[in-house]
């Protein structure tokens, strides 16, 4: 599917099916149509009273007035309540859509985003995608029917002054479409790029602050974030003024088309041919068509704004996955569809928990970072992975956890996991990050999301079990608020919440990602020691990755990344006949020469 084809089906998901848009658009209609009536029925109550006529002939006028008043305020009502309803449950699917389509990238697969661009298209452009039935296709649709039935009922009264009439539209609809494309069109394409650009600056700059400010960089970006607000507001204020030159024309071109009907209507009533009443309504209806007309113009320029979000949206997730991200399967075994919550699998007895047989994994774009990878893990085991920087050892655990994918074979409880959804697999298989994501929340939810079930008693025990009882009891319990990204907790602290919801997931194998990053010297041996001591009875693995010694007394086996494989860490002796052998080898090769 081409960009442009992706857009178009956005913009087809933005706008709701027809039995939900259509009340919204006949109420708008009626509205509009009680607006020219009424000041139509008003012009002709007023003229016809001025003659002093018996005041049974005004009555029909009179109650024509207070229906279209009533009328256009019911209508109006009615028109914004249904259409609305209808946008907003739209714009709910496009957004659950557009989310559903990102899941299956995350995390790996937008390692690559930014975050600012990312969020806008989320947030504001699918907001803007609103604007497509509410200020583009019902404002041109209503104002083609009551323009079409003021140019009739005109036409009716004085058959020259509905040509008039008729022509004034189309001079307006060709001036003003023309005047807002030269004025504001670039503008409203660049609008969304900008605002995108202006919130990653922003989130930059707020989620970087303490380096900014240590390094003295504080100044220059807020420069540069100047400078993108600055360019926003230019945008901007092209757009208002597209839309104020464009309001300055139709309003010039409303009052000539009444002009025009007053000079091909004065005649008429010299002449008896016309009353003056119908004189004032054939005058004053053009007013009244160009207040519906106005919204043409303007629904032309939100069409840009529109399509220019529904092409970012098309494009925020690629039409096929890259080869690096999996694709889920669905519990009948469909690609592409996410499946529902699994069972975890049991594996046989004697089967290892997960098997690695010659497994070669890579980053997005990037090289093969694991090749002729081999591992087992069963139950008891305490495995702990070192390795130099780059090493592939985050490949790995995205690897186990299906983030990324692979060649050769990986089986989990004896299946091969590619023939396993994705959330089968992290039935068995649980990551705690090298940096916990903590929510803005209390420690209840940010627990509760790995069991839903779990009660307040079970939290506390758990948080006991990692050796947060007392800190739990310091800080109020389970209401007490973490911040922002945990910005209220330690490093260590986050950690321990992350395994206390990994132990809660009860997780049959469980991965550690480098626990000890965030976390001082001094406490780094004693998480390590909590991890492989909690983790590691006879149900459960615990695969720990870290830079960090261990005690040997607490793991089964020390394994060492390097060259994309698993190896048991070489001895002193080992690295000594390396060495000698790799300064022996410029010799050799000089004395073959």
């Known amino acids: 599917m081409s960009d442009a084809e992706a857009t178009r089906r956005v913009l087809r998901l933005a706008q709701p099916p027809l039995r939900r848009f259509l009340p919204g658009v006949l109420f708008g209609a009626l509205s509009a149509l009680c607006a020219v009536g009424l000041l139509a029925t008003s012009a002709y109550l007023i003229t016809r009273a001025a003659e002093q006529p018996p005041i049974l002939y005004l009555m029909m006028a009179i109650v024509g007035v207070r229906a279209f008043a009533l009328g256009r305020a019911v209508f109006r009502y009615l028109e914004r309540l249904f259409s609305h309803d209808a946008s907003f449950r739209q714009l709910a699917e496009l957004r659950v859509g557009v989310l559903e389509r990102l899941l299956p990238l995350a995390p790996d697969g937008l390692a690559r985003s930014r975050r600012g ?6 947030v504001r452009d699918v907001d803007e995608l609103q604007d497509h039935p509410l200020r583009v296709v019902q404002p041109l649709v209503s104002a083609v029917l009551v323009c079409a039935a003021a140019v009739a009922l005109v036409w009716v009264l004085l058959p020259a002054a ?49 380096v900014l400010t240590a390094y003295g960089a504080l100044d220059a970006e807020r420069a540069r974030l100047d400078r993108a607000d600055e360019r926003l507001r230019a945008a ?31 005649p008429e009533v010299a002449a008896g041919g016309l009353s003056g009443p119908v004189l004032a309504v054939v005058a004053l209806v053009p007013i009244a068509v160009f207040e519906v007309f106005a919204a043409v113009p303007a629904a032309l320029g939100a069409w840009r704004r529109v399509r220019s979000s529904a092409q970012r949206i098309a494009t925020v997730v690629p039409q ?24 975890r699998i049991e594996p046989a007895p004697g089967t290892p928990l997960v098997s690695l047989r010659d497994v070669a994994a890579r980053w997005p774009g990037g090289e093969a970072v694991l090749h002729g990878l081999d591992l087992d893990l069963a139950a008891g085991d305490r495995v702990v992975v070192s390795g130099a920087s780059g090493a592939g050892k985050t490949t790995l655990a995205h690897v186990l956890v299906r983030f990324l994918d692979y060649s050769g074979s990986y089986r989990v409880g004896g299946v091969e996991a590619r023939e396993l959804a994705h959330d089968e697999v992290r039935r068995v298989v649980g990551l705690c990050e090298q940096s916990p994501y903590l929510f803005d929340s209390d420690i209840r939810q940010n627990l509760l999301f790995a069991r839903d079930t779990a009660s307040d008693e079970e939290l506390t025990a758990v948080l006991d079990r990692v050796g947060l009882g007392d800190w739990l009891a310091e800080r109020g319990g389970l209401d007490a608020t973490v911040g922002e990204r945990g910005q209220l907790v330690s490093g260590g602290q986050a950690q321990r ?78 690295a000594s006949l390396r060495r000698e052998a790799a300064a022996s080898a410029p010799r050799d090769a000089v004395a073959t020469r």
């Open 117 to 122: 661009d990312l969020l806008s298209r989320l």
């Open 497 to 574: 919440i992350a395994l206390a919801r990994a132990l809660l997931a009860d997780f049959p194998v469980l991965v550690v990602d480098e626990p000890t990053a965030n976390v001082d010297a001094e406490r780094a041996e004693e998480l390590l020691r909590d991890i492989l001591a909690l983790g590691g009875d006879d149900a459960r693995a615990v695969l720990v990755i870290s830079h960090t010694e261990v005690p040997g007394e607490l793991v089964t086996r020390r394994l060492e990344l390097r060259g994309g494989g698993l190896f048991a860490p070489e001895t002193s002796d080992d």
């Open 320 to 343: 096929e996955l890259p080869p690096e991200i999996p694709a889920d399967i669905a519990a009948d075994g469909a690609a592409g569809a996410p499946a529902p919550r699994a069972e």
């Open 162 to 210: 509905g040509i008039t009439l008729a022509i004034a539209l189309l001079l307006a609809a060709v001036i003003g479409t023309a005047a807002d494309t030269a004025v504001a069109a670039r503008a409203e394409r660049e609008v969304a790029p900008l605002r995108a650009r202006l919130a990653d600056l922003i989130l930059d700059l707020t989620g970087n602050l303490e």
């Open 236 to 266: 901007t204020l092209r757009l208002a003024a597209g839309a104020g030159v464009v309001g300055a024309l139709v309003s010039v071109i409303a009052g000539a088309a009444t002009i025009a009907a007053l000079l091909v209507g004065a």
